[in-house]
T-cell receptor, first 111, second 113 residues
């Protein structure tokens, strides 16, 4: 069975304190790994897609990387507006069009 | 901007009173999804349409049904809402193809009195 876990469950950072969020997966036939940001009371906002080990994507203070068993979302010099829940999801051969979501990491960045 | 729009943003209904949530998209994506999300949990897939082909998740209660009259619109019907159905309902779309991302609307927050 395909599984996705995320750690930590919650993370509190001071503004400017860089850190990383982890998404670990056990799947058969990865078709894509996706990172989303979700603000309270809103739908998930698409950030990145990663397809193969070694791939990296960047957007402003965020950088996503992928290995054969995990992905990291690196946050450099975060600001309070980066506070949100970050969700990781995978598409696999088992699930076709569907996603398997991780439980998310709640990030709080304090001024 | 192309987007996924859900109406209403907030819906209050009474226990047992049928309710319909709607979703429209301007992305022209052929796959549409309905998710249920409860507080501090990941979204849980209820069903999806691949064009007009309806796919129900095995654990989706019979109380939940869906309609997709055309490419742009999709509806979620809850026939007899119970207290446990209070949640955020998210609609998403994607192009077909294994590596395509899903694009989400901002959801409908459903409350049951």
């Amino acid at each position: 069975e395909d599984q996705v876990t995320q750690s930590p469950e919650a993370l509190r950072l001071q503004e400017g304190e860089s850190s990383s969020l982890n998404c670990s997966y056990t799947v058969s036939g990865l078709r894509g790994l996706f990172w989303y940001r979700q603000d309270p009371g809103k739908g998930p906002e698409f950030l990145f897609t990663l397809y193969s080990a070694g791939e990296e994507k960047e957007k402003e203070r965020l950088k996503a990387t992928l290995t054969k068993k995990e992905s990291f979302l690196h946050i450099t010099a975060p600001k309070p507006e980066d506070s949100a829940t970050y969700l990781c999801a995978v598409r696999t051969d088992n699930y076709g069009q569907n996603f398997v979501f991780g439980p998310g990491t709640r990030l709080s960045v304090l001024p | 901007d192309a987007m996924v729009i859900q109406n209403p943003r907030y819906q209050v209904t009474q226990f047992g009173k049928p309710v319909t949530l709607s979703c429209s998209q301007t992305l022209n994506h052929n796959v549409m999804y309905w998710y249920q999300q409860k507080s501090s949990q990941a979204p849980k897939l209820l069903f999806h349409y691949y064009d007009k082909d309806f796919n129900n998740e095995a654990d989706t209660p019979d109380n939940f049904q869906s309609r997709r009259p055309n490419t742009s619109f999709c509806f979620l019907d809850i026939r007899s809402p119970g207290l446990g159905d209070a949640a955020m309902y998210l609609c998403a779309t994607s192009r077909q193809g294994g590596g395509q991302p899903q694009h989400f609307g901002d959801g409908t927050r459903l409350s049951i009195l």
